[in-house]
């Protein structure tokens, strides 16, 4: 796995890019091109502890998800820590720091 992380201050708003890399691959895709099923099944961003985004996922999502999102109460220098979890409960981690 791995991901990329962009978080920009735009104003008051915080404006995170957030490139995923996982197969996204459910039992039936499984199934049909013979890999094993992988799939996250969460993702949490917060800064300073605090949740400012989270989404709940599954393999409906395409190979590699992109999101794109914006919240407020964040400053420049902020660290912005992404949190995923998989379908068989392997947690991973990444950190950028909001420009």
């Known amino acids: ?13 915080t404006e995170v890019k957030l490139l995923l890399s996982s197969p996204m691959v459910g039992k039936e895709e499984s199934e049909t091109k013979k ?15 605090k949740v400012v985004w989270e989404a709940s996922t599954g393999p409906f999502l395409s190979k590699d998800p ?4 914006v919240f407020k109460g964040a400053k ?3 660290e912005l820590v992404i ?14 720091v909001i420009k």
């Open 66 to 69: 992109y999101f794109m999102f």
């Open 83 to 96: 949190d995923t979890i998989d379908d068989k409960g392997a947690t991973e981690t990444d950190k950028a």
């Open 1 to 13: 796995m791995g991901m990329k992380i962009k978080a920009k201050l735009k104003k008051d708003e």
């Open 76 to 78: 420049a220098g902020d």
């Open 35 to 49: 890999v094993p099923v992988s799939y996250l099944t969460h993702v949490t961003a917060k800064v300073g502890g």
